[in-house]
């Protein structure tokens, strides 16, 4: 199993790179066949944020589902151990999944980023007026808007047709409110989103509609 540690706009110390390979190096009792687990750490210099201020996403890559989780807090150790209790739990989800699919069960679960592993690119910052093309999944770029502090992130990934309960069941083993993916019904591109409680939503496009041209401007 390979682990890889990096740091999102800030240094990341000998020290909390063992120890997060330490506390990581017990996930294959978990799931045993997990190829590579990347850790991105991020630090947010805005002093009104200090009780958020350090921010850990783990991403395993497996045979089958990318399960996900992050978590912040004012020490990055801490936020480490808050994402890896989350981890653990979807890890566990994920192993009952398989399991109750292996005695021919079809339970929904609590209603994982099933995409292939794509080798993180270099992330670019451009001026907003500049054309965005993404042609490989897994490009990422981000935008500034002017002189603002805003800035959006853009990244191009592979759609797969699924079913509303796997989609679902992937969204929640990533920690995301929303999920894109391809219906596998209908063929539509598709978002399922958390509502409150254990209710959930399905938004839908009509890829078949004709957008119509932009008038002509008038003399």
Known sequence: MEIVVVGRHTEVADRFRR?????????????????????????????????VRERVEITVRDKGPVVRAEAAADDRFGALDLALDKLQERLRRAHERRNNKRRGQRKFVEPVDVRPFVEATPVEVVDEDAPVHLEKPGETTEIQLGDSPVIIRQKLHTADSMSLDDAIYEMEMVGHDFFLFIDKESNRPS?????????????????????EPDAAPQE
């Open 191 to 211: 978002v399922a989103y958390r509502r409150r409680g254990w209710t959930y939503g399905v938004i839908a496009l009509d890829a078949t509609c004709e957008c």
């Open 19 to 51: 120890h997060a390979e330490d506390k990581l190096s017990k996930i294959e009792q978990y799931s045993p066949t997990v190829r590579r687990v990347d850790v991105e750490v991020t630090h947010e210099n805005n002093p009104r944020q200090a009780a």
